[in-house]
């Protein structure tokens, strides 16, 4: 007994713009009206006619009097078709806007612990208030591998990058810069204490023993009265902030001194 086989030839890549085009036309019945609705050419909208009645092998459209009716074929695909042209449409519209006050969602976040210790309770506090539905969660950053980022182990990394590629998305938060403190006049910059997050004191580099140079000249002096000197390269930062601020164990202060940088402390 002879088998036989049909072989098809193989689908060529579909034109989608047929099947906004068969939405038009089934959806106003009139190749004018279509054309008018997709900004086309009377002429372009019946050549595209054609082409649909060669890929669907129905005429779709056929004269009765002086209008076009659709066949049993067309009525049958109208629905359908213009649930796909809706579905079409919304892949290719741009994003709508986040509704941040309404998203509920869980974030990772991969930070160094001094990252988190300075930063986290007032990240914490804003998205509460902003997006009460968004959980933020905190995950040590032990490498600098951005794979975590591209397998979505993690939806955020705060840290120096070397890496780039064009799948990862990357702005700048924070940058250091070098300052030479001889350009700096230490008697009028400002300083500022945050305990917590909140300003806790200011003051100002003259407010320590008239010149700041004294207060590091009397610590030098001491240290060696004891045998302990002074290295090249060794930073001592003096002045006052007014008052005493007392701390107890997981405080976090940070002191921020104009024109130089600052630098951050966490009681244990």
Avoid: Y
Avoid at 9 to 15: F, H, K, T
Avoid at 26 to 31: D, F, K, R
Avoid at 248 to 260: E, F, M, P
């Amino acid at each position: 007994m002879k088998r036989h086989v049909l072989a098809f030839p193989p689908m060529a890549d579909p034109d989608f713009n047929l099947l906004v085009a068969l939405d038009a036309l089934l959806a106003e019945g009139s190749v004018v009206k279509a054309a008018r609705r997709l900004g086309l050419s009377d002429s372009a909208m019946s050549r595209t006619l054609a082409r649909l009645r060669d890929a669907t092998g129905d005429p779709l459209l056929v004269r009765a009097g002086r209008g076009l009716v659709p066949t049993p074929r067309a009525i049958q695909l109208r629905d359908r078709v213009r649930d796909l042209a809706d579905e079409v449409r919304a892949v290719l519209r741009p994003a709508a806007a986040i509704d941040i006050a309404g998203l509920e969602r869980t974030f990772t976040l991969r930070a160094s612990e001094s990252f988190i210790e300075v930063f986290a309770a007032r990240l914490v506090s804003r998205v509460t208030a902003e997006a009460p539905g968004v959980l933020l969660r905190f995950a040590p950053r032990t490498d600098r591998d951005a794979q975590a980022l591209r397998d979505g182990r993690i939806d955020l990394e705060i840290g120096a990058h070397a890496e780039t590629a064009p799948e990862l998305k990357v702005q700048k938060l924070l940058g250091d810069r070098l300052v030479d403190v001889r350009d700096v006049d230490l008697t009028t910059c400002g300083m500022v204490l945050e305990k917590n997050g909140e300003i806790a004191a200011t003051g100002a580099g003259a407010a320590a023993m008239g010149h700041p140079a004294n207060a590091v000249a009397w610590l030098a002096n001491t240290l060696g009265a004891h045998g302990i000197a002074l290295e090249a390269g060794e930073v001592v930062l003096s002045g006052s902030l007014g008052i005493m601020v007392p701390v107890k164990a997981g405080d976090n202060l940070r002191v921020t001194i104009g024109g130089i940088g600052g630098c951050s402390v966490r009681f244990v």
